[in-house]
């Protein structure tokens, strides 16, 4: 058996977010509620994908089914849930036959917060499915994986997209391309909105924040730095006073540019933040062009291999 050696790129997205932004000493719940919120969360985990399935023939009652397991494994993490929707109807009708939903990103949590809202396709990390607990959800959800470390497989993700957006689906996808801590951000990254502007499908950017017990943000959920999976569960299992605020904005056309597109949906998002994206004056922002793609798999035309122990 061999493993191919992956080679990273001058694109790769980072985020400084690390330990140090996490708070200190926030409010946690007792081992009861801790244990509670576990076994609430392991059943509706297990109830899940069964509910999807059941509904298949039917896609209003499979999304039914979907934002009910959600909304029931949000519950179970201790986190509540406010929307704040101020678009009018011409507005929303924009986006109801299909769209690409535009969003910063935190924390894993992030999914389960969208989903509960409206159940989406979503465009996540190849190696999500494989994640223990919250792998069973993206199979489910029949997420879009995408592997960053491979640039040359990007314009197939892309398609991928436009071709989910043309048939009236919904997916979101997050731009920043890493998880930051809700406190500092990344710039959007253009290359997955050309998905838009090739199915011309119109663009919902959604402003997602987490806010504590007194109604002020907080880095508490994110998922950043060297933390492993299991410890983020863990850690945000016991934390106590989390809500989760996802605000829709105006949509906006997809244009013919989607440097410009990124531009306007990142206005969008980060309004009132009263904070300057730390990577908005960079040159190395992720948005390849096919050439350039193409030109980095010909610099390493075949990653070589070595054998497995």
Same mark, same amino acid.
């Given at each position: 058996?061999?493993?191919?050696?992956?080679?990273?790129?001058?694109?790769?997205?980072?985020? #400084?977010?690390?330990?140090?932004?996490?708070?200190?000493? !926030?409010?946690?719940?007792?081992?009861?509620?801790?244990?509670?919120?576990?076994?609430?969360?392991?059943?509706?985990?297990?109830?899940? !994908?069964?509910?999807?399935?059941?509904?298949? #023939?039917?896609?209003?009652?499979?999304?039914?089914?979907?934002?009910?397991?959600? =909304?029931?494994?949000?519950?179970?993490? /201790?986190?509540?849930?406010?929307?704040?929707?101020?678009?009018?109807?011409? $507005?929303?009708?924009?986006?109801?036959?299909?769209?690409?939903?535009?969003?910063? @990103? *935190?924390?894993?949590? +992030?999914?389960?917060?969208?989903?509960?809202?409206?159940?989406?396709?979503? &465009?996540?990390?190849? +190696?999500?499915? +494989?994640?223990? &607990?919250?792998?069973?959800?993206?199979?489910?959800?029949? &997420?879009?994986?995408?592997?960053?470390?491979?640039?040359?497989?990007?314009? /197939? %993700?892309?398609?991928?997209?436009?071709?989910?957006? =043309?048939?009236?689906?919904?997916?979101?996808?997050?731009?920043?391309?890493?998880?930051?801590?809700?406190?500092?951000?990344?710039?959007?990254?253009?290359?997955?909105?050309?998905?838009? *502007?090739?199915?011309?499908?119109?663009?919902?950017?959604? =402003?997602?924040?987490?806010?504590?017990?007194?109604?002020?943000?907080?880095?508490?959920?994110?998922?950043?730095?060297?933390?492993?999976?299991?410890?983020?569960?863990?850690?945000?299992?016991?934390?106590?006073?989390?809500?989760?605020?996802?605000?829709?904005?105006?949509?906006?056309? #997809?244009?013919?540019? =989607?440097? +410009?597109?990124?531009?306007?949906?990142?206005?969008?998002?980060?309004?009132?933040?009263?904070?300057?994206?730390?990577?908005? @004056?960079?040159?190395?922002?992720?948005?390849?062009?096919? @050439?350039? %793609?193409?030109?980095?798999? $010909?610099?390493?035309?075949? !990653?070589?291999?070595?054998?497995?122990?």
């Amino acid at each position: 058996m061999t493993e191919p050696i992956v080679h990273t790129h001058a694109w790769m997205p980072s985020s #400084p977010c690390g330990e140090g932004c996490l708070p200190k000493n !926030p409010p946690t719940v007792g081992r009861i509620v801790v244990v509670l919120r576990v076994v609430l969360a392991l059943t509706a985990f297990g109830l899940l !994908p069964v509910l999807v399935v059941l509904g298949v #023939p039917f896609p209003r009652v499979r999304r039914s089914l979907t934002r009910i397991g959600a =909304r029931t494994l949000l519950f179970a993490i /201790g986190i509540d849930l406010s929307v704040l929707d101020g678009r009018s109807e011409r $507005e929303r009708s924009r986006t109801a036959g299909g769209a690409l939903h535009v969003s910063g @990103h *935190i924390s894993w949590t +992030d999914v389960v917060v969208l989903t509960a809202v409206q159940p989406s396709t979503f &465009v996540a990390r190849a +190696d999500l499915v +494989d994640w223990p &607990v919250l792998g069973r959800l993206a199979q489910a959800m029949k &997420v879009i994986p995408i592997d960053r470390a491979r640039l040359h497989r990007l314009p /197939g %993700v892309v398609e991928q997209v436009a071709d989910r957006v =043309r048939a009236g689906g919904s997916v979101v996808v997050f731009p920043e391309a890493t998880t930051w801590c809700g406190r500092a951000y990344g710039s959007l990254r253009p290359a997955l909105l050309q998905a838009a *502007i090739d199915s011309e499908t119109w663009v919902q950017p959604i =402003r997602l924040r987490y806010l504590d017990r007194t109604g002020e943000p907080t880095a508490a959920t994110c998922f950043v730095g060297d933390e492993t999976i299991g410890a983020s569960i863990a850690r945000i299992f016991r934390l106590r006073g989390l809500r989760a605020e996802v605000e829709f904005t105006a949509p906006e056309a #997809p244009g013919s540019d =989607r440097r +410009d597109l990124a531009r306007r949906c990142e206005v969008a998002i980060r309004r009132d933040d009263g904070v300057e994206p730390a990577e908005r @004056h960079r040159k190395d922002v992720y948005d390849p062009t096919l @050439h350039e %793609v193409m030109a980095e798999v $010909e610099r390493r035309p075949m !990653p070589p291999t070595v054998s497995a122990a």
